[in-house]
């Protein structure tokens, strides 16, 4: 099994610029994750899927990201327009029951936000 | 308001020594508590679980311990290795709400 895979691994863009980060869960699991890890506020939980569903977007920072699952297989984050702050490593992580199940989580893009 | 806590943001050891990794909860509701190991330039890894009906699990050099009544669970690592230096999240979360609420990391070193 691959893995969580995320793409890309590493991205800079200019402020003002559009963000899109790419997710395939592993084969099978049915619930997504997005995360972002900054030194100021650690591992924080922005989102996650169930069934492709959001369940629970309380950790979107605001209206400026948004996230998709448009089948089993693939999500995206996308931030637009890009701010500085925005900079951190976002994570991806599925699982296979939307319980407190283990999660299995990609390497991580790490965003850069000039 | 930081639901899970862990106190101490790095700990070092001799190698052969035990590490002792802590954490704190102020939820009463989770049910289900989650270790996990990060490598730099990796994803976070599940290492170990328990669940609130029991007060010790063990996998191997890793036993997690849960003190239900003071809402604290700690992480122990017997006998430390240089490869176990890593970043170690606690997590938390309750069994039928879909997510887990991670700790801010502790980094452990551990020395040759």
């Known amino acids: 099994d691959a893995g969580v895979i995320q793409s890309p691994r590493h991205e800079v863009t200019e402020m003002g610029q559009e963000v899109t980060l790419r997710c395939k869960p592993i084969?099978?699991?049915?619930?997504l994750f997005w995360y972002r890890q900054t030194m100021m506020r650690g591992l924080e939980l922005l989102i996650y899927?169930?069934?492709?569903?959001?369940?629970?977007d309380s950790g979107m920072p605001e209206d400026r990201f948004s996230a998709k699952m448009p089948n089993a297989s693939f999500s995206t984050l996308k931030i637009q327009p890009s701010e500085p702050r925005d900079s951190a490593v976002y994570f991806c992580a599925s699982s296979l029951f939307t319980t407190t199940e283990t999660q299995y989580f990609g390497p991580g893009t790490r965003l850069l936000v000039l | 308001d930081q639901q899970v806590k862990q106190n101490s943001p790095s700990l070092s050891v001799q190698e052969g020594r035990i590490s002792i990794l802590n954490c704190d909860y102020t939820?009463?509701?989770?049910?289900?508590f989650l270790w996990y190991k990060k490598y730099p330039a990796e994803g976070p890894t599940f290492l170990i679980s328990i669940s609130s009906i029991k007060d010790k699990n063990e996998d191997g050099r890793f036993t997690v311990f849960l003190n239900k009544s003071a809402k604290h669970l700690s992480l122990h690592i017997v006998p430390s290795q240089p490869g176990d230096s890593a970043v170690y999240f606690c997590a938390a979360g309750v069994g039928n709400a879909g997510k887990s609420t991670f700790g801010d990391g502790t980094t452990l070193t551990v020395k040759p």
């Open positions: 084969s099978g699991h049915n619930s």
């Open positions: 939820n009463s509701m989770f049910d289900y």
């Open positions: 899927f169930n069934n492709n569903v959001p369940i629970d």
